[in-house]
């Protein structure tokens, strides 16, 4: 019996002219997505396609919201960012314009050069997006706690709330699950006071707002070649630095590339704003550092979470998940001061445990 769709897919079904013309559940961790068309009674002036988006129920966040409403910041931002897709409300719903294409990971994958003209539109996205301030959002309504509100200019506090993140809602609240595989790789509390070590001293630059989950993926190419960014649900207040940095991490350029972009990003930051890249050659690479550690938690999670399928443990995929887990453990091993580098078969011998351990609990043994 298949299941019954859910309020999302109905709703899409209400807005498109046929049902048999909703496309999806769309590929994304954080949000059901479906594209359609829009009936004539729906939108008679919104010609192509649609998408509509809710947040999946139950989900791990790993990344801080700042924003209450991704869609009011963007008809916000549409002013000033000319490649965010279309939104517009229809039928009480917010909706946004599907662009249709393909992902930049699809035609250029992780770790391969990106065309020029894609290489200048990325640059003139971070062109706009350090000149949007914080003065310039002061309408869209905050969902962070206040106290994670860096002052203006606070890299180091800034930083720190991060990493206050990461360590209170992604490490300490999935401790109980995954106390056991976390030791196994030689993760524990004093790592964190140990990555604070690693990354203190952040140089003070004015603050902007950050997509701050700027990858491939987020990327679209249409037909004309132009360049198209999507999921701007982590957007925040911050230190722009943090943006390339993140950037970097998530893109994977070839060497030659990356260097490109940093030296014409900085360029850039301080045409837009005085003193955007200041410190830079030494905050690049403890930003940088700092994602290395957040996406071992990242990934350690997502990687174990994924084999496990309807209660089951997916062992065919085992290997994989354990060499995605090596290798993040090896990049965020300096900064988070871990000394072991377990072996491939080890980590996959301390995952075997941790589904041992996860059958335990769902059995109340």
């Known amino acids: 019996m298949s299941p019954e769709p859910s309020a999302t897919r109905l709703l899409a ?40 988006r809710e947040p999946r129920e139950e989900l791990l966040w790993f990344d801080r919201r700042c924003f209450k409403s991704e869609y009011e910041l963007l008809y916000l931002l549409q002013r000033r960012i ?15 314009r599907f662009v249709e294409g393909v992902t930049l990971g699809e035609r250029h994958p992780s770790g391969k050069a990106v065309p020029g003209a894609v290489f200048e539109q990325i640059l003139e996205l971070f062109r706009q997006l350090i000149a949007v301030t914080s003065s310039d959002t002061l309408l869209v309504k905050r969902s962070c706690n206040p106290m994670d509100r860096a002052p203006e200019g606070n890299s180091e506090k800034f930083l720190e709330r991060l990493i206050v993140f990461t360590q209170e809602r992604v490490y300490k609240r999935n401790l109980r699950k995954y106390k056991g595989l ?75 590339q990356e260097r490109e972009i940093i030296q014409r990003w900085r360029v850039i930051a301080e045409e837009v704003r005085e003193g955007s890249s200041e410190g830079w050659f030494e905050d690049l690479p403890r930003l940088r550092d700092y994602k290395k550690a957040q996406s071992l938690f990242t990934d350690v999670i997502r ?52 589904d041992e351990d996860r059958k335990r609990r769902a059995d109340g043994t």
């Open 82 to 96: 000319d490649v965010i897709p279309e939104v517009a409300p229809v039928g009480g719903v917010d909706l946004q």
């Open 182 to 256: 976390f030791t196994d790789l030689g993760i524990g509390p004093n790592s964190f006071e140990y990555l604070r070590k690693h990354v203190d001293g952040l140089t003070k630059r004015p603050f902007c707002l950050l997509h701050a989950d700027l990858h491939r993926e987020n990327f679209i190419l249409d037909s004309a070649g132009k360049v198209w960014a999507i999921d701007w649900e982590l957007a925040m207040l911050g230190d722009p630095l943090y943006d390339l940095a993140t950037h970097l991490h998530l893109m994977r350029y070839p060497a030659r």
């Open 13 to 52: 079904s209400d807005l498109s002219d046929h049902s048999d013309a909703v496309e999806g559940p769309l590929c994304g961790y954080h949000h059901e997505t479906y594209a359609f068309p829009l009936s004539p009674e729906a939108g008679a002036d919104f010609k192509g396609r649609w998408k509509i």
């Open 303 to 354: 990687e174990t979470q994924s084999l496990v399928v309807e209660g089951g443990f997916d062992a065919r995929r085992l290997r994989e998940a354990s060499s995605k887990v090596r290798d993040v453990h090896r990049a965020a091993a300096e900064p988070l001061g871990l000394t072991s580098r377990p072996s491939l078969s080890e980590i996959e011998a301390a995952i075997l445990r941790w």
